[in-house]
């Protein structure tokens, strides 16, 4: 990442608006600086929000449906839920005092304005940054306009002293050139020609930074005159642009005619990339026989080296990959530039199949070892996976490709995204009616993805369309998954013989289809079942073959749900004894370690559930209590996600949670509850496990307890303590004065104080 450069008094600017205004939107002209300064705002505001600033990025998304999925993604929430995605986010947001930082919002500002509006009237204390080219039209937004860096008048002179005005423009020149011709700096001598680059560049940016590295070749001068020439040649060729449009279009056209012939065919085809991509994708898709123009895998790193060393492209480095990455802007006209070469389609279509091919690669591996590491590099392809996607089922004629990608990715959905997953496959189905095992598949996918959100009135519907289907293509496959869905819906509605049945008719199917992923996952219901209809030992046994399967290939995600079924099965025949007790905690401690490592959060609140079932039976019931603390607040902002549909669960709950508050007695046991609800859920699967959290849990928790004064209010207190005044106070917390003060009043009404030195004392007691 290059050097952030100048800026301060727009920094100021940003943080005295987001003090006034909810939603401030940083607008100017393209390649100006906008997401720079964005995230350098957000970076030195972090600490003014109790709950962090988040940034979105909306450049690479293409369908404006997708707005709260990508927001519900950069926030860390779990969509695992059959209500509307943009209610999960407001539930999410409501009693959060964070800043959202969406990045990027042009090309999408009606529906970016439906979203950020819909979030600011429900949750108080959000503060939104945005940046666009154009004004979001949200009632309460504060636009800052972004200027270009300041730039010397034509006759200004040298400046021979320290004290003389600094230009940022020529500043930010002076970094990037330095960069690439190192000891570069700003002389007597070449003064007036830097100056003139600075003007000519209109101080944009981008432009400067596209204009540096051709001084590893060129002399100040020698650039003053080519920028001359080319902005004379070429500086009429767009004139519906205002000044500055102008003078980044011409200065982009300037380095695209300065590029080879086949760094410019590059510069094109890597426009239809999302985001960042790796030299495969590269290699795959800009690639290729059925375009003659001597672009083969082998020249791409040399390519992609000379685009780098022009500044036309990002290198990125993501632990030992290497990735790339085009700016925006930069994106957008290679992609003008590829719609002219009248080959957009074909490039389009390379990208759809590269991942594609990536999708079907990952599935048929999946069911191994290092399943973390193939789950990682899905979630660094999302925005390629969306685009590619999202062209795949734009029309008729490339619908199929799309239908086979989003069943194929059904474990990527499962493990993460699932409202995004079925939004998809709901599209694919809508899109491609076709007979085909495409579409079983993406129906049994659809109906999986639907139980793992608890919608169990979809799945019938779902499933019945699936086993039509598949009978008519003699598609035993889609039957068996069919069946299983089933079956498991069965076990959460309660029907435990139905479950059994269709668990022992699937297990048979699928281990004769050699299906082991399947097998293992779809395990987890059957042996429950079994268990609780009095058959521990065949539960056992079902479980311990599966958990054996999973061992054998190296597996860990499946692995997990059967350890927690395995433990749950021992509750069958009431509370296990010591020996299962302590087999059954075994099992779970070593879930929660794997569905923490997938950041898998409905597996972990499950684990941590279950484990304080077994921490009652062994008589820890304090800590039991706390982790039901926990599990409660956590599910409470997820409604109806856990334990849906099925009574088992909580009868097993209430007895232990029963058998807790008696142990205990009321007062110790809603205590325990209270500090639960009070960790994160690291701190609660570091506690759960018996190891140290990343910070300390019960110390906040047991004094916030103790206080009548709102996480808000206490942050206030601190800062009056402290000597701030409300007007300090209110800078620091990015919050209007007359907030400040109204905090102050309520603090001092509840604490029954009457002045302000009081209030220190009372914090400094507490």
């Keep these: 990442?290059?050097?952030?450069?100048?800026?301060?008094?727009?920094?100021?600017?940003?943080?005295?608006?987001?003090?006034?205004?909810?939603?401030?939107?940083?607008?100017?002209?393209?390649?100006?600086?906008?997401?720079?300064?964005?995230?350098?705002?957000?970076?030195?505001?972090?600490?003014?929000f109790s709950d962090g600033v988040w940034v979105v990025?909306?450049?690479?998304?293409?369908?404006?449906?997708?707005i709260p999925h990508t927001m519900a993604a950069a926030l860390g929430v779990d969509e695992r839920s059959t209500r509307e995605p943009l209610q999960v986010l407001v539930d999410h947001v409501r009693d959060r005092h964070l800043l959202l930082v969406v990045d990027n919002c042009e090309h999408l500002v009606e529906p970016c304005a439906f979203v950020i509006n819909t979030l600011l009237r429900s949750a108080p204390d959000l503060r939104v940054l945005a940046t666009s080219r154009?004004?979001?039209?949200?009632?309460?937004?504060?636009?800052?306009?972004?200027?270009?860096?300041?730039?010397?008048?034509?006759?200004?002179?040298?400046?021979?002293?320290?004290?003389?005005?600094?230009?940022?423009?020529?500043?930010?020149?002076?970094?990037r050139v330095s960069a690439v011709v190192p000891g570069f700096t700003i002389t007597e001598e070449n003064w007036a020609d830097v100056v003139q680059i600075g003007r000519r560049l209109d101080g944009i940016p981008l432009a400067l930074e596209l204009a540096a590295p051709y001084l590893r070749v060129l002399s100040p001068h020698e650039l003053v005159a080519r920028l001359d020439d080319w902005?004379?040649?070429?500086?009429?060729?767009?004139?519906?642009l205002l000044p500055r449009h102008q003078t980044l279009r011409s200065v982009m056209d300037w380095s695209f005619e300065l590029c080879s012939e086949q760094e410019q065919a590059l510069w094109a085809r890597l426009s239809v990339f999302a985001g960042s991509f790796d030299l495969e994708a590269v290699e795959t898709v800009c690639a290729g026989s059925d375009v003659d123009d001597g672009l083969t895998g082998d020249a791409m790193v040399k390519l992609l080296a000379g685009l780098v060393e022009k500044s036309v492209l990002?290198?990125?480095?993501?632990?030992?990959?290497?990735?790339?990455?085009?700016?925006?802007?930069?994106?957008?006209?290679?992609?003008?530039?590829?719609?002219?070469?009248?080959?957009?389609?074909?490039?389009?279509?390379?990208?759809?199949?590269?991942?594609?091919?990536?999708?079907?690669?990952?599935?048929?591996?999946?069911?191994?070892?290092d399943q973390m590491l193939k789950l990682a590099r899905l979630r660094r392809e999302h925005?390629?996976?969306?685009?590619?996607?999202?062209?795949?089922?734009?029309?008729?004629?490339?619908?199929?490709?799309?239908?086979?990608?989003?069943?194929?990715?059904?474990?990527?959905?499962?493990?993460?995204?699932?409202?995004?997953?079925?939004?998809?496959?709901?599209?694919?189905?809508?899109?491609?009616?076709?007979?085909?095992?495409e579409r079983v598949r993406a129906l049994w996918a659809d109906a999986l993805i639907a139980l793992w959100q608890g919608d169990v009135r979809a799945i019938d519907d779902l499933c019945e369309k699936c086993r039509t289907l598949a009978g008519e293509l003699g598609d035993e496959s889609g039957l068996m998954h069919a069946r299983a869905v089933e079956g498991m819906a069965s076990f959460f509605q309660g029907d435990l013989a139905r479950a059994s049945a269709l668990g022992e008719e699937t297990t048979t199917?699928?281990?004769?289809?050699?299906?082991?992923?399947?097998?293992?996952?779809?395990?987890a219901p059957l042996v429950m079942a079994t268990a609780f209809q009095g058959n521990l030992e065949r539960a056992i046994s079902l479980a311990q073959e599966a958990i054996d399967i999973s061992r054998a290939h190296g597996e860990s995600y499946n692995y997990s749900f059967m350890q927690q079924a395995y433990a749950v099965a021992l509750w069958g025949e009431g509370a296990p004894n010591p020996g299962?007790?302590?087999?059954?905690?075994?099992?779970?401690?070593?879930?929660?370690?794997?569905?923490?490592?997938?950041?898998?959060?409905?597996?972990?609140?499950?684990?941590?559930?279950?484990?304080?079932?077994?921490?009652?039976?062994?008589?820890?019931?304090?800590?039991a209590a706390r982790l039901f603390g926990f599990v409660r607040r956590a599910w409470e902002k997820e409604q109806e996600l856990f334990l849906f549909g099925s009574e088992l669960y909580f009868a097993i709950h209430d007895r232990c949670a029963v058998q807790a508050r008696q142990s205990l007695g009321d007062e110790v046991y809603e205590d325990e509850l209270s500090r639960g609800a009070e960790l994160t859920l690291s701190q609660a699967v570091a506690y759960a496990l018996g190891e140290k959290p990343d910070s300390p849990s019960h110390a906040p928790a047991s004094t916030e307890a103790a206080s009548p004064l709102t996480r808000r209010e206490r942050q206030v207190a601190e800062l009056a303590a402290q000597g701030l005044s409300n007007k300090q106070i209110a800078v620091a917390l990015v919050i209007a004065q007359r907030t400040a003060e109204g905090h102050i009043e309520n603090i001092l009404s509840k604490l029954n104080l009457t002045s302000r030195s009081q209030l220190v004392a009372w914090f400094h007691r507490h």
């Design 1 to 48: 990442m290059t050097n952030f450069v100048g800026r301060r008094h727009e920094l100021a600017a940003v943080r005295n608006a987001l003090s006034t205004s909810r939603l401030v939107t940083l607008t100017g002209v393209g390649g100006v600086g906008k997401t720079r300064l964005a995230m350098r705002a957000a970076r030195k505001l972090d600490r003014a």
């Design 57 to 66: 990025q909306l450049a690479e998304l293409g369908d404006a449906a997708l």
């Design 134 to 175: 154009h004004v979001l039209g949200v009632a309460g937004e504060q636009a800052l306009w972004v200027p270009p860096l300041p730039v010397p008048e034509r006759d200004a002179r040298f400046p021979a002293s320290k004290g003389a005005p600094q230009y940022e423009a020529l500043t930010l020149f002076t970094d």
């Design 231 to 240: 902005f004379r040649l070429r500086g009429k060729d767009h004139p519906a």
């Design 314 to 369: 990002l290198r990125e480095q993501h632990g030992d990959e290497v990735r790339f990455r085009l700016l925006e802007t930069l994106r957008q006209y290679g992609e003008g530039r590829l719609e002219d070469s009248g080959q957009e389609q074909i490039f389009q279509t390379r990208h759809r199949d590269h991942y594609l091919s990536l999708a079907e690669r990952t599935e048929a591996e999946w069911f191994g070892p």
């Design 383 to 437: 925005s390629n996976l969306q685009a590619a996607l999202d062209y795949g089922l734009a029309t008729s004629d490339h619908a199929h490709a799309g239908l086979r990608m989003v069943g194929i990715l059904a474990f990527y959905w499962m493990s993460g995204g699932t409202a995004e997953g079925r939004y998809w496959l709901e599209r694919a189905v809508a899109r491609d009616t076709g007979p085909t095992r």
């Design 509 to 523: 199917r699928q281990r004769a289809l050699g299906e082991l992923n399947l097998l293992v996952l779809l395990r």
């Design 580 to 623: 299962r007790c302590r087999q059954g905690m075994t099992y779970l401690a070593e879930s929660l370690r794997i569905k923490q490592a997938f950041a898998e959060i409905p597996g972990t609140l499950g684990g941590i559930e279950y484990l304080a079932w077994f921490l009652v039976a062994s008589g820890n019931e304090a800590k």
